[in-house]
């Protein structure tokens, strides 16, 4: 981080001189109602600031990730305005690609972060490796469940934000594989997928409890909303000591169900990284900088025990400096 950081600092010198006007780079992302997306944003724009005048980042994005005709149709116009770089997460990796690769063939710069977008041309993608998150996942609900003395039986529900979505099949994917690879007594239940909606994430958590009583052991849910729904359930019917719930993400109410033992783990990214990474790629993209065609961003499992040592991870409003 730091060699790029340098790198990018070596080129505003380089080129500070001789720049006029800011380079425009349109950062696009899935949702704008979700922290993990204001967080890459607070990313983008801190990177902005490093730059110190030389890109000029504006941020898109429809209001929810469900919402994706309306990312294409935004991504459609910002190809239009001809900027000189997109940084985007598009929630699709297919609707999405005639429009980028149209950009990328006119000589703009694509930056693909968190979901990788195919049949399109483009710079650098930048991401978690989610199949790896996953397995984590699957790993910390094993420990869990030997740690509290329970046998490795019983059903397990896995409730998903949106079906068709890669990120999340590679999240689930892992989870799935990894469970079965450690604790094949354990029933996984069909996954149950909720719009990405808090409110049909707690449904569905209802009727997992409802259905299987005392049998439900563990849930995963494979992002914020998803394990905001859960942890609300849990701690209404306070069930901390009976299920084992493990999520995706980290926004203010995981974090607050983390405390208070609704949720025993998060599965948590560097959505800051991702944002600020992305811009810094976009502007040495412009240059003719060499890229990575992949960038792994890292993911970390926080705990109640271990949470105020990762709080940078958790809270990335504390890096906001632009």
Not at 54 to 76: M, N, R
Not at 115 to 140: H, I, P, R
């Amino acid at each position: 981080m730091k060699k790029l950081l340098l790198l990018c600092l070596g080129l505003v010198l380089i080129f500070g001189t001789v720049v006029f006007g800011a380079y425009e780079i349109a950062f696009i992302v899935k949702a704008t109602d979700s922290d993990f997306w204001q967080y890459t944003i607070v990313g983008a724009k801190n990177a902005e600031k490093d730059l110190q005048g030389l890109v000029k980042v504006t941020v898109y994005g429809p209001p929810s990730e469900a919402d994706i005709d309306k990312q294409v149709a935004i991504v459609e116009d910002v190809v239009r305005k001809k900027p000189d770089a997109i940084v985007i997460s598009s929630t699709s990796s297919q609707a999405t690609a005639p429009a980028l690769n149209k950009a990328y063939q006119q000589g703009i710069k694509v930056i693909l972060i968190d979901n990788f977008v195919y049949d399109t041309g483009y710079n650098s993608f930048l991401a978690t490796n989610n199949k790896v998150g996953g397995g984590l996942a699957a790993e910390k609900v094993v420990e869990l469940l030997k740690k509290a003395g329970k046998p490795l039986k019983g059903k397990v529900g896995l409730i998903s934000s949106m079906a068709g979505v890669q990120v999340l099949i590679d999240r689930d994917d892992g989870f799935v594989a990894k469970l079965k690879e450690l604790a094949p007594g354990l029933e996984i239940l069909p996954t149950r997928y909720v719009d990405n909606d808090i409110a049909k994430a707690a449904a569905a958590t209802e009727d997992l409890i409802t259905a299987y009583g005392n049998d439900l052991v563990a849930i995963f849910a494979d992002n914020n909303h998803t394990g905001d729904g859960v942890a609300r359930v849990i701690e209404e019917r306070k069930l901390q000591d009976k299920i084992i719930a493990v999520a995706y993400d980290s926004d203010p109410q995981e974090v607050e169900a983390l405390r208070n033992g609704s949720l025993k783990a998060l599965i948590v990214q560097d959505p800051h990284g991702m944002g600020y990474k992305g811009v810094m790629f976009a502007f040495m993209a412009i240059h003719g900088e060499p890229l990575p065609l992949y960038f792994d961003t890292g993911v970390y499992v926080v705990t109640k025990e271990n949470m105020d040592n990762l709080t940078w991870a958790l809270d990335p409003f504390k890096r906001k400096r632009y």
